[in-house]
């Protein structure tokens, strides 16, 4: 009887442990649920003044070879990435936020259009992305005064250019093709149905830089509106580059007054006025002698005026 009792008895206890488990893994998803919401509640009112707009869906980070940190997101349909957000970066080490999958997150886009905070829900962790400028340092320092968001912060990547993007782009190129210019990788990817034209594919085909259609030397933002097919694009630029939009393939991004930013400028003595300094295929010095600046004629040629 002792023996069949313990017999009975030993389904029971393990029935009751799968119980447990189930209960604990259940209380500890509850409490990373509410954890996000505290802290995305916490961060929306922070930023009331200065938040504009704020995007959410299933957000994944990728690096270029070009030093820029993509951040893309899909909303509705898990092959279309509908929102896509652009750093660009000096030099890759400074990129302190690692690429990935980070699950249904928030960006928080802000009013001026020279910062985001993006909120992960895997990890309940903030990650600011801005402009390397003293403006973006006083954002930055107004979300640590909070403590629930200082407990969550766990990197602030600084570059010089900061695109946002709304439209259609295939997830699977974004995801797993490489390109050098992350711009060409976007319009290798587009789901818009806009045609390039032969010179425009190939200059994707090829990653060349490609040239603008407004903004351009001196200005510090630019943006297109699309609304047949819906895409749009703007950009904020830093210190030293000038917004670029194109309006072929619908990119807004930032270039540099110098083709090669943080070169010695003994290596790259400024030009002449009426000289090339960039345009497709293009590979010489951008930098114009005071008080030229270089000055967007076609796709193919700019020049110091």
Not at 133 to 145: Q, V, Y
Not at 173 to 180: D, E, G, I, Q, S
């Amino acid at each position: 009887m002792i023996m069949k009792k313990q017999s009975q008895q030993l389904p029971l206890t393990i029935f009751g442990m799968v119980i447990l488990s189930f209960l604990t893994l259940f209380i500890a998803v509850c409490n990373k649920k509410n954890a996000f919401a505290t802290t995305e509640e916490t961060l929306q009112t922070t930023l009331a003044q200065d938040q504009g707009e704020i995007f959410t869906g299933h957000t994944y980070i990728k690096v270029s070879e070009n030093n820029e940190v993509l951040i893309m997101q899909i909303k509705n349909d898990p092959a279309i990435v509908e929102n896509i957000f652009v750093l660009a970066l000096e030099k890759k080490d400074l990129i302190t936020i690692q690429p990935g999958d980070l699950g249904l997150s928030s960006v928080i886009y802000y009013r001026d259009k020279r910062a985001v905070v993006l909120h992960s829900s895997k990890s309940n962790n903030l990650h600011f992305l801005g402009l390397r400028e003293t403006a973006s340092g006083i954002k930055m320092e107004r979300l640590k005064a909070d403590h629930t968001l200082k407990n969550e912060m766990r990197s602030a990547v600084l570059g010089y250019g900061l695109s946002m993007m709304k439209g259609k782009w295939d997830a699977k190129t974004l995801l797993n093709t490489n390109k050098k210019y992350i711009f060409n990788l976007i319009a290798l990817a587009d789901r818009s149905g806009r045609t390039l034209t032969p010179a425009q594919r190939e200059a994707v085909t090829e990653d060349i830089a490609s040239g603008c259609t407004s903004g351009g030397p001196g200005s510090s933002s630019c943006s297109i509106s699309e609304p047949l097919p819906p895409q749009s694009c703007s950009v904020t630029c830093g210190s030293g580059y000038y917004a670029c939009c194109q309006s072929s393939t619908v990119s807004c991004n930032c270039v540099a007054n110098s083709t090669n930013p943080g070169d010695d400028d003994d290596d790259h003595p400024a030009l002449p006025r009426w000289a090339q300094c960039g345009g497709l295929g293009y590979n010489g010095p951008g930098n114009c002698a005071a008080p030229y600046s270089c000055v967007y004629v076609n796709d193919f040629f700019s020049q110091c005026q």
